[in-house]
Nanobody
């Protein structure tokens, strides 16, 4: 079975940076599109970014374009999210996900991590 574990969350001031990492346990990491989602209190989980199995195709939500970068290392079975110029509205629990279909909706992903908290202060 597949297990995902996020790390790297924390507290940062507006304009600061954080790098999230997701460790994948399983035998078929290269078969999955990897994605990042986030969720704040009282809101639906929303798509942030995704990367194809080959790393050739990258997808970003409009609200993070130019600020966040997703990457993957298939040898190490990890996916990362570099977050720059953070804003208070980026405050959320960030989830790593793996999916056979991928895309920008929850339904495209089969496995989810427990999440890591990101808090951006003003």
């Amino acid at each position: 079975q597949v297990q995902l574990v996020e790390s790297g969350g924390g507290l940062v001031q507006t304009g600061g940076s954080l790098r999230l990492a997701c460790a994948f346990s399983g035998r078929t990491f290269s078969s999955y599109t990897m994605g990042w989602f986030r969720q704040t209190a009282g809101k639906e989980r929303e798509f942030v970014a995704a990367i194809s199995w080959s790393g050739r195709r990258l997808y970003y939500a409009d609200f993070v374009k130019g600020r966040f970068t997703i990457s993957r290392d298939n040898a190490k079975k990890t996916v990362s999210l570099q977050m720059n110029n953070l804003k208070p509205e980026d405050t959320a629990v960030y989830y790593c996900a793996a999916g056979s279909l991928g895309g920008g909706s929850n339904s495209g992903y089969d496995h989810w991590g427990q999440g890591t908290q990101v808090t951006v202060s003003s």
